[in-house]
C-alpha cells in the first residue's frame, strides 16, 4: 500500500496529469519491492530515496509490519 503525506499529496495534485501517472506507476512499482527499484537507503535502511519516472525524485518511508510505504516527498524538475 503507498500513501502519501499531505505534504507530498498537495505537489502530487500540482503535478501535470502525465507526471501523476508516472509517479502512481512508479510508486506501485516501488510497492512491490520498496528496498529495490533502485532506490537508496537515507538515514535508515528504511528511509529511501529513487528517481522514478518523469524525472521525478521521490523520498519514501517504508513501516514493513505493515507494508506500508509513505510518500514523504516528491521533487520534479
Known amino acids: 500500500m503507498v ?3 499531505p505534504r507530498a499529496q498537495r505537489i502530487r495534485e500540482t503535478l501535470p496529469r502525465h507526471k501523476q501517472t508516472a509517479l502512481d506507476t ?3 512499482a516501488i510497492a512491490q ?3 529495490g527499484s533502485g ?3 537515507t538515514w535508515s535502511k ?3 530515496e529513487a528517481t522514478i519516472g ?3 525524485f521521490v523520498v519514501y518511508q517504508i513501516t514493513a509490519a505493515e507494508l506500508l510505504v509513505t510518500v514523504v516527498d516528491v521533487l520534479s524538475p
Open 39 to 41: 532506490s537508496s537507503a
Open 46 to 48: 528504511d528511509r529511501r
Open 26 to 28: 512508479g510508486m506501485a
Open 54 to 56: 518523469g524525472g521525478l
Open 33 to 35: 519491492d520498496p528496498y
Open 3 to 5: 500513501t502519501y503525506t
